[in-house]
């Protein structure tokens, strides 16, 4: 399965755009990108996913690469709740589940 | 709307106990999996349910069986539970295996003396 590659960590200010990055050059071309995000005491929450083209939703956008080597989601405006680990997953994997690594812990300065 | 729902939240057991964690979804999804997360670490998939009547093993399946009851409920059992079975248990479930996004459980903090 293939892997990715996160920050362990970024800050970020409050009502401030924020680009958080994750690596995946050995991505295969079935492969989607995943992202998802756990808040403290909380199970995972889905954010967003993409093959190719870039997406965007109620939540953030993903940015994808044009080789696919590489991603960004972007939050276009942090809060406070969005204080959190985000992963970048790559998707389904040869048993269709999603391979977590440790992710990059978001903090948001008020 | 419930969605992913897992009894009991928290549990302490003594070595040698065994235990079931329950898991249940309301959302019609045929795919449904059993996480563990260890502090500090991500998600590691212990077993999953393709579709109501099939189970597989996962990463991590040692030590854990579990039974698909029906196509709303998974259960995780711990024959003989062991300190190092100490995390966070998380439920999921999805529409199908594979792309669909999985929508997790708040977990079961279960903590093994």
């Known amino acids: 399965d293939a892997k990715t590659t996160q920050p362990n960590s970024m800050e970020s200010n409050e009502e401030e755009p924020v680009h958080l990055p994750c690596n995946h050059s050995t991505i295969s071309g079935t492969d989607y990108i995943h992202w998802y995000r756990q808040l403290p005491s909380q199970g995972p929450e889905y954010v967003i996913h993409?093959?190719?083209s870039n997406v965007n939703n109620r939540m953030a956008s993903l940015a994808i690469a044009e080789d696919r080597k590489s991603s960004t989601l972007i939050l276009h405006r942090a809060t406070l709740r969005d204080a959190a680990v985000y992963y970048c997953?790559?998707?389904?994997?040869?048993?269709?589940?999603?391979?977590f690594g440790k992710g990059t812990k978001l903090s948001v300065k008020p | 709307n419930a969605g992913v729902t897992q009894t009991p939240k928290f549990q302490v057991l003594k070595t040698g106990q065994s235990m079931t964690l329950q898991c249940a979804q309301d959302?019609?999804?045929?795919?449904m999996y059993w996480y563990r997360q260890d502090p500090g670490m991500g998600l590691r998939l212990i077993y999953y349910?393709?579709?109501?009547?099939?189970?597989d093993k996962g990463e991590v399946p040692n030590g854990y069986n579990v039974s698909r009851l029906n196509k709303r409920e998974f259960s995780l059992r711990l024959e003989s539970a062991a300190p190092s079975q100490t995390s966070v248990y998380f439920c999921a479930s999805s529409v199908v295996k594979g792309v669909q996004p999985q929508h997790f459980g708040d977990g079961t903090r279960l903590s093994i003396l």
């Open positions: 997953i790559l998707g389904g994997g040869s048993q269709g589940n999603l391979i």
């Open positions: 349910s393709a579709s109501e009547g099939t189970t």
């Open positions: 959302m019609n999804h045929n795919s």
């Open positions: 993409g093959l190719t």
